[in-house]
């Protein structure tokens, strides 16, 4: 029996179950060649009875390499039909950010917002974020952030427009309540948004336009109702925030407007993980503001920044 047939037989394809037996038979018995190569019979060494010195390198020949390049030939094209080439999206991840950044960069940071995408313009919650939208960008005078979207996006972009303030975007081509999918906005400017194709870019995007690069920025984080993935976008801010990863010594108010009790059981489940002892007493509170309605939110944010009292015109 030869090696490749041995090794096949005593180790079998539970190596590498997914590309099958011949492959995994292949990759064994390359491992084992290269660990101990085999001794050609035509090698001349001295000691008696073919015996190999101590230190001695043993050399393939011929046959040997080619059977060798082979299997290696192989085994690579069968993996490789099977995994496909080479995955190219880190680099295309790190492109996509760095278009993101600029777009951060040309309109500026501001206020970002993160809400569902299902609800319809007719909706209390669609109005409540229009009129709150529209008087943070007023009082912050920054440019409002949103991941381009419908439904409590869109209504944030309303409000912007409403305060004749800058608008950022950065899109996902296919959003929860958009069955659609479509790269382009529905009205605003091209140079205002970009779509993107990675959550992680979009994501690294959103925080960016939320953080304080200096002290003169004004910028908030406004979570809106919403669901997965708001509550994905927004626990991950929090967390960066917890670890001190954000990007930024300068704090960055996070504002949980918690219209109708939307969230009030989610608050309910973290104060049950701090009774469990998973979340530390204080923690969450020490990381955003729970607001019933749009007025207490503003609020917060004039005397996080300083506003005067006779330019509090909300």
């Not at 290269?34 to 393939?60: D, E, F, M, Q, W």
């Not at 943070?136 to 303030?165: H, N, S, V, Y």
């Not at 708001?230 to 949980?256: C, N």
């Not at 109708?260 to 993980?273: M, P, T, V």
Request: with cysteine; charged share 25%.
């Amino acid at each position: 029996m030869s090696m490749e047939a041995a090794v096949g037989a005593e180790f079998g394809p539970q190596l590498h179950p997914a590309l099958g037996f011949r492959h995994s038979q292949r990759r064994v018995f390359l491992c084992c060649w290269r660990l101990h190569p085999p001794r050609p019979a035509s090698l001349g060494l001295c000691g008696g009875g073919g015996a190999r010195p101590r230190g001695a390198i043993p050399v393939a020949d011929g046959d040997q390499r080619r059977r060798l390049r082979e299997l290696e030939a192989e085994a690579e094209a069968e993996a490789g039909s099977i995994l496909g080439p080479p995955r190219s999206s880190p680099r295309e991840v790190r492109e996509e950010m760095a278009r993101c950044f600029d777009l951060v960069r040309r309109l500026g940071r501001g206020a970002v917002y993160l809400g569902s995408s299902r609800v319809q313009p007719t909706h209390p919650h669609f109005l409540q974020t229009t009129e709150l939208a529209r008087e943070i960008a007023r009082l912050l005078d920054c440019t409002t952030w949103t991941g381009a979207g419908p439904g409590l996006m869109d209504a944030a972009i309303q409000g912007a427009f409403e305060a004749d303030k800058p608008v950022g975007g950065l899109k996902i081509a296919k959003e929860a309540g958009e069955w659609t999918s479509s790269g382009f906005h529905p009205y605003l400017p091209p140079e205002t948004y970009l779509t993107c194709r990675f959550f992680s870019a979009r994501k690294h995007g959103l925080v960016d336009a939320a953080v304080r690069s200096s002290s003169t920025d004004r910028t908030a984080v406004v979570a809106l109702p919403g669901g997965v993935g708001t509550l994905d976008e927004l626990f991950e801010i929090l967390a960066l925030i917890q670890l001190e990863r954000i990007g930024s010594a300068l704090p960055v108010p996070v504002l949980l407007l918690n219209y109708d009790s939307y969230y009030s059981k989610l608050l309910e489940f973290l104060n049950d993980c701090q009774e469990w002892g998973t979340v530390a007493p204080g923690e969450v509170a020490s990381l955003w503001k729970v607001c019933d309605g749009n007025h207490e939110a503003l609020e917060y944010l004039a005397e996080f920044y300083g506003v005067p009292h006779n330019e509090r015109e909300y």
